[in-house]
């Protein structure tokens, strides 16, 4: 069994920055404040972390729990309005892909995203590739603002869910430093894709355990998930 463990925006879509336009709305209604989010920084960050950002640019303020969550909250809400105003995409050959490793019985494919749970199945549920996804076995950025505490939290649902699964069969998929460092951090072969902000010269010098600018065709997919490739 190998365990997929993927991250969303800029690895298997590009929603044309729709999540920080339905930010930037959320803030403007609860705040009458246009967010400058040339200071904000998203890739690899979890939606409570962005939010979090969002909020101390405005106020100055370190915020409190409950205010990021009632910003993420408006967030999810006006999220689908912008990813149809937006011209996003699915990332090729993400669909080819996933289509074939769901036919297979020896692979299963999990999120590991800074994306809330919410946010994460609208997106996916707008470019129909949500069902390729057990949720139940994923994890989010639900209430946490770094990384690695979801990455911590994927780790403990796939040993839950599959005990037998070895460390070197659990791949975490991602367009961003953060996505290595945190695939590192629980024992994963990491997998950096530079489909996202980040050049596969940048990524690389984080030294992911694959690194390819493109995610290759199916079955060569398949083929180096199954190599010792160091």
């Known amino acids: 069994m190998k365990v997929l463990l993927w991250d969303i925006d800029g690895t298997l879509l590009r929603t044309d920055k729709a999540g920080l336009y339905a930010f930037r709305q959320a803030a403007l209604e609860m705040y009458q404040v246009e967010c400058s989010f040339g200071e904000i920084v998203?890739?690899?960050?979890t939606d409570y972390y962005i939010a979090a950002q969002i909020i101390m640019n405005i106020t100055g303020d370190s915020p409190g729990v409950d205010e990021v969550t009632a910003l993420v909250r408006r967030y999810e809400q006006l999220l689908p309005y912008h990813l149809a105003c937006r011209k996003g995409f699915l990332i090729p050959p993400v669909v080819e892909i996933l289509r074939y490793i769901s036919a297979r019985e020896d692979y299963v494919s999990l999120l590991l995203t800074g994306n809330t749970a919410v946010g994460a199945k609208i997106k996916l549920s707008y470019y129909n590739v949500a069902g390729y996804f057990d949720f139940s076995g994923s994890a989010f950025g639900d209430s946490r603002l770094r990384r690695r505490e979801v990455a911590a939290q994927a780790l403990s649902k796939v040993r839950l869910c599959y005990p037998d699964v070895l460390a070197d069969d659990i791949f975490v998929i991602g367009d961003t430093p953060q996505d290595i460092i945190c695939g590192k951090g629980i024992g994963a072969r990491t997998v950096a894709v530079a489909t996202g902000t980040y050049s596969?010269?940048?990524?690389?010098?984080?030294?992911?355990?694959?690194?390819?600018?493109?995610?290759?065709?199916?079955?060569?997919?398949?083929?180096?998930?199954?190599?010792?490739?160091?």
Do not use: Q, R
Not at 205 to 230: H, I, M
């Open 42 to 45: 998203a890739a690899g960050m």
């Open 200 to 230: 596969l010269f940048e990524l690389m010098a984080y030294s992911p355990w694959w690194g390819v600018d493109v995610l290759p065709p199916p079955a060569e997919f398949s083929a180096k998930l199954n190599t010792n490739l160091c």
